[in-house]
């Protein structure tokens, strides 16, 4: 039977994070799972050949960045309808039914669920905000899943195949052919990042990426830059004597 939805999923190194996502979306009626792994360094190629034996997964390979992964993705697609995810992030209960009935009822081109983040009030906070600015601009980030129809997503052009923020200009695009609505339905993302880097730090270098996107700066320096800060951990806050 031809799904009438496609789950993209990209992943690269992680191996260390497990696959809570894919045991919550696999083995749904209707609905292909495409894995598109980016060549990792550590064992996730291995740890996911188990699940592309899985009825409706399809496992293929393709080189980063991510946005190469994704267009793959939707080329390799056969449903109607798409759905991207983030490998770290967790739908909440109903998110199938939310996305069919989007698929039927909004006139809106292309939906988005509403960002959760687990780790207290300040990331509560956070996810608020992020909220927030996705309704009024109609620009989610990929952490908040996007769906749309096959055939939008290939009029829109498709993922831009940038170093990084493919998410935000696909965002940009779909708007020449009208609004993106937020489901008030959650999708829990990982705080890893947050929490390696300090919220506050996460919070302006994301916005430091925005405006040099719209300056125009070299998006691969972006992601150079973006590689050092992560792997650059907050200093761990000073003990008073």
């Known amino acids: 039977m031809t799904p009438w939805l496609s789950l993209i999923i990209p992943l690269r190194n992680e191996a260390d994070h497990g696959f809570a996502l894919l045991e919550q979306v696999t083995g749904q009626p209707g609905v292909e799972v495409i894995l598109v792994e980016g060549f990792s360094v550590d064992a996730t190629w291995e740890l ?4 592309g034996q899985k009825p409706g997964v399809r496992l293929l390979q393709v080189p980063a960045p991510r946005s190469s992964q994704l267009h793959q993705g939707a080329l390799a697609a056969q449903g109607d309808f798409l759905l991207f995810l983030h490998a770290d992030s967790r ?10 009935a989007f698929t039927l009822q909004s006139q809106a081109v292309a939906g988005a669920f509403s960002l959760r983040l687990e780790g207290g009030l300040a990331l509560a906070c956070y996810a608020w905000f992020a909220n927030l600015r996705a309704r009024w601009f109609g620009l989610p980030y990929g952490d908040q899943g996007l769906f749309l129809s096959r055939l939008t997503y290939f009029k829109a052009g498709g993922f831009p195949q940038l170093p990084l923020m493919e998410d935000f200009a696909l965002s940009r695009l779909l708007h020449r052919f009208g609004p993106i609505q937020i489901l008030p339905l959650g999708i829990w993302t ?4 947050y929490l390696r880097l300090g919220l506050w730090r996460s919070f302006w270098f994301n916005q430091w990426m925005v405006w040099g996107f719209f300056r125009g700066k070299d998006l691969e320096q972006l992601r150079l830059q973006y590689q050092s800060v992560k792997l650059t951990p907050q200093a761990p806050a000073k003990k008073s004597p």
Do not use: K
């Open 48 to 51: 996911l050949q188990p699940w």
């Open 91 to 100: 739908l909440e209960p109903g998110w199938l039914e939310a996305v069919q």
């Open 190 to 193: 990982s705080n890893r990042r």
